[in-house]
């Protein structure tokens, strides 16, 4: 069904991230996910998988969907993994959007944020002076996640009229929040240890 395209392709798309690629060719990975892609539509219930698993995740943002692309075409040989410097950039933007959202939205503060998706100009006007400044650093994953959520839009390709759940959805701002947690637990882990590898023995 058209108003599915999404399950359907967030599907096969997180199907394809998450089942290991077995060092097939960019051809073989391919099929592997227009296979996934039919198999959203088989049936349980009276549902196809896709229209189940949205039942309990509701339609991801689509800034994930951009993010699980990027993933494929990394597994299919298509493009390069994202250097540290640019990773971090794209936690970091996602994780602070998400802090400024969720937060409010959950009862912590008077302020809800989330109203200014119904009315997005200034919104959308601080959103594209973050993903022009992205482009300035080359980071082209962070801009097209931005870019392609306001296209999304404009275009109103998703049922909800906020702009916010074009740009975010729980799981992608775990997903940030839980890596940059990674990074800082490694980041005390090696400079915990910095001081035991300079008192190591140098041998000639």
């Known amino acids: 069904m058209p108003e599915l395209w999404q399950a359907h392709l967030t599907f096969a798309l997180l199907a394809f991230a998450v089942i290991p690629t077995l060092g097939s060719s960019p051809a073989m990975q391919f099929v592997r996910l227009l296979v996934l892609l039919g198999i959203s539509f088989i049936p349980v219930e009276g549902l196809s998988l896709a229209a189940y698993m949205r039942s309990f995740t509701d339609d991801v943002a689509i800034t994930s969907l951009v993010a699980l692309t990027f993933v494929a075409a990394v597994r299919m040989g298509l493009v390069k993994q994202l250097d540290r410097t640019i990773r971090l950039q794209v936690l970091v933007l996602i994780a602070a959007l998400a802090l400024f959202l969720y937060p409010a939205t959950m009862g912590l503060s008077y302020f809800d944020p989330y109203r200014l998706g119904y009315n997005p100009r200034p919104l959308i006007l601080i959103i594209g002076l973050l993903a022009l400044g992205l482009l300035m650093l080359r980071n082209w994953l962070g801009a097209c996640m931005l870019g392609f959520a306001t296209l999304a839009f404009s275009l109103g390709l998703k049922p909800s009229p906020n702009y916010w759940d074009y740009l975010l ?36």
């Open 169 to 204: 959805d729980p799981f992608i701002a775990l997903y940030c929040w839980g890596a940059l947690l990674g990074y800082a637990i490694k980041l005390v882990v090696r400079r915990s240890n910095a001081p035991r590898e300079l008192k190591l023995p140098i041998r000639p």
